[in-house]
């Protein structure tokens, strides 16, 4: 298995990744929902404010994940994990959690203060995450599942409360993906 970062060489195979993922687990309208928002998030996000992270299998990319930036009120460097895919036949094989490990690992050598996702609790506490409440740090749009709010603090220290709103990416900031 190997991880790289992601470039724009990749971006089909990616964006492909995404539809069949999802219309996999979801249903194909969500698949394409899905696939849409990534293609969005590759052509409109500036290159400062987006890391992929691609695991490939023989040539093949078989997982993949991006962090966009996150305006956080404390003014520390944040990062928002969305989406992320693993191709279903091999799924449960720890390719994500390696994949998401080896993007964390990457925000930190960047001196990245917290990473954030929205998701599945019991997954994603596997890689540090940790649920928080919106009195500690406000989502930039509203949660339809807030128990799946989750951070993780990547310098050591605690998340601290911030009074005051966040700003995602215009790609991610679509009420619909919350």
Known sequence: ??????????SREVIDLFKIVFSASEGEEEGQVVADFV??????????????CI???????????FFSRLTV???????ILSPVAVLTDVQSTGIGQKLIKY???HLKSLDINLAFTYGDPSYYSKTGFEQINESIVKAPCHL???????????????????????????????????
């Open 144 to 178: 339809s599942q807030p128990i799946g709010w989750l951070a993780q603090s990547l310098d050591g220290q605690v998340i601290q409360p911030m009074v005051g709103s966040t700003q995602c990416v215009e790609a991610l900031n679509d009420p619909g993906l919350w």
């Open 55 to 65: 695991a490939e299998e023989n040539e093949i990319v078989v997982g993949c994940i």
């Open 1 to 10: 298995m190997k991880f790289s970062l992601f470039n724009e060489s990749k």
């Open 103 to 105: 993007g964390l690992d």
């Open 73 to 79: 009120p404390s003014g520390q460097v944040a990062f």
């Open 39 to 52: 293609s969005n998030l590759i052509a409109t996000t500036a290159p400062q404010d987006l890391i992929g």
